[in-house]
Each structure stands twice: as C-alpha cells, then as structure tokens.
C-alpha cells in the first residue's frame, strides 16, 4: 500500500486551473506537515508550498504565490493544491510529501514520505 498518492494532474493551457489531490492510503495526513513539491525535467526538486498541523499554518514558495492555494481535509485523509492562472514553467512532475518535524520545512530532505507525482503540463 502506498504511502501517498497524488491525482488530477492533466494538460492544461496557459491562464487556465487544475487541481491535485493527495490521498494517504497508508499515512493519517492529520499527524503530518504536508507539502506539495514539483520537479521539472533537468531541474532539482523546487519547493511548492506546505500546511502545517494546525490550521492556518501555511507557507508558498515564490514562484507560485498569489496563484496556488494549499488545503487539508483531515476526515478526508487528504490535501489538495488549487492550481490558478497556470503558467507554461509550471510544467512539472508535482508530489506530496509527508513531514513529522516542527515548523514549515521547504527542504526535501525534511520530508519522510512521498508519492510517485502526478504530472502537469501547461502549453503556451
């Protein structure tokens, strides 16, 4: 059983909106920071955002303030990543991932559990 697995990913065109869900078959996501992160094809890991424990705990990364909004539903066991006015260098390979340390953590290395992405692609 996977520990996360990420959905809604698709093709989209410049200016338009997708959302991606995270599931946590084999996590409770409530005992977790959750963050999203995305990897373009020849480029590191880059930072998406993060939602804490506690509601309203939440950090974005610069590329994609003012655009994306992260979310949690607890009883769903789920997170979400409400993607708008989508941009062609948003294309990636989006993940969650999974993090027990304290505080809003932008660092990979922070996160213990991942899912295997869900890609987005945003033509021009």
């Known amino acids: 059983q996977a520990d996360l697995v990420e959905s809604g990913g698709g093709l989209v065109q410049a200016g338009g909106s997708l959302r991606l869900s995270c599931a946590g078959p084999?996590?409770?996501?409530?005992?977790?920071?959750m963050a999203w992160f995305r990897q373009a094809p020849g480029k590191e890991r880059e930072f998406v955002a993060v939602t804490g424990r506690s509601a309203g705990n939440i950090l974005y990364g610069d590329s994609v303030k003012g655009r994306f909004t992260v979310s949690r539903d607890n009883p769903k066991n789920a997170v979400y990543l409400q993607m708008n006015n989508l941009k062609p260098e948003d294309t990636a390979v989006y993940f969650c991932?999974?993090?027990?340390?304290?505080?809003?953590?932008?660092?990979?290395?922070?996160?213990?559990?991942w899912g295997q992405g869900t890609r987005v692609t945003v033509s021009s």
């Open positions: 084999g996590r409770t996501i409530s005992a977790y920071a």
């Open positions: 991932a999974a993090s027990t340390a304290l505080g809003l953590n932008t660092a990979p290395s922070s996160y213990l559990y």
